[in-house]
């Protein structure tokens, strides 16, 4: 895991639902995706993360965020994005998960 700092602040995000202990980073993204991805996120209390995606070879190919928190939705402007195969990468320090996105045009 990269070490990174994050200052705490909220992207247009929603709280967790009230006693909802959430011990690992979560990502869900609606597959396929077309001009917008909405993509899902929910991580451990007090965490922040960072977003990343990479193509088929490996090389990231964008940040999305680097100082996501809590629980929330981002969009994916997949407008300069070419069709194909892209994995979407969330980190903090309690892990990582890793789902492949299909991009279409």
């Not at 995706?33 to 991580?43: D, E, G, I, P, Q």
């Amino acid at each position: 895991v990269d070490n990174f700092l994050c200052e705490p602040y909220h992207v247009g995000v929603a709280e967790p639902a009230p006693g909802a202990e959430i011990r690992s980073p979560k990502l869900e993204i609606r597959n396929p995706a077309a001009r917008t991805a909405a993509v899902a996120y929910s991580l451990p209390a007090g965490q922040c993360a960072r977003l990343d995606v990479f193509d088929v070879n490996g090389r990231r190919t964008q940040t999305l965020s680097d100082r996501l928190t809590g629980s929330g939705r981002l969009a994916w402007d997949l407008a300069k994005v070419e069709a194909g195969t892209y994995f979407c990468r969330l980190v903090s320090v309690s892990g990582s998960t890793t789902p492949k996105v299909g991009v279409t045009k």
